[in-house]
């Protein structure tokens, strides 16, 4: 069981989806300043396509090194992002973004799940906060 892994939920009460995006962003700036391994886990290469823009763009001061993941690389950044079933090995932190738990979340020791203010994400993310929990994970929640 993979009773080590921490997981978070950040309620993003009064949140659409691209105020979401700015937060993850605020997370992800966070990370990389403390030199986490973070894997941000989207649905597909268009979401994939959007948020690495939005990383360069997001704040004029800010520098956020990362990548779209496709194969291990020599010299790879901390934040990768990712849409396949074989995300790096070497990741401490995952930023799920997609709908489902993805099926290698046990190799990471802390999980991010964002929920945004939409009847159909709030219902979703319940039914992945009773898995997580279910699998004995440990769980906080952070209403922002």
């Known amino acids: 069981m993979p009773n080590s892994i921490n997981v978070d939920f950040y ?4 949140s659409t989806k691209p105020q979401s995006r700015l937060f993850i962003c605020r997370l992800l700036e966070k990370a990389y300043q403390q030199q986490q391994l973070v894997y941000i886990h989207v649905d597909s290469p268009a979401e994939a396509e959007q ?6 763009t997001y704040r004029e001061d800010s ?12 010299m790879e950044p ?3 992002i990712g849409y396949t079933e074989k995300p790096p090995h070497h990741q401490e932190i995952l930023i799920n973004l997609c709908h489902e738990i993805p099926i ?3 190799q990471f020791t802390h999980i991010i799940e964002i929920v945004f203010a939409d009847p159909n994400v709030q219902q979703l993310a319940r039914e992945r906060f009773r898995q997580y929990r279910s699998q004995q994970c440990v ?3 952070h209403k922002v």
């Open 11 to 14: 309620i993003l009460e009064k």
């Open 51 to 56: 948020l690495d823009t939005l990383l360069w």
């Open 63 to 74: 520098f956020i090194p990362h990548n779209i993941y496709s194969s291990p690389q020599p």
């Open 78 to 80: 901390s934040i990768q």
């Open 104 to 106: 290698f979340y046990a």
């Open 139 to 141: 769980m906080n929640t």
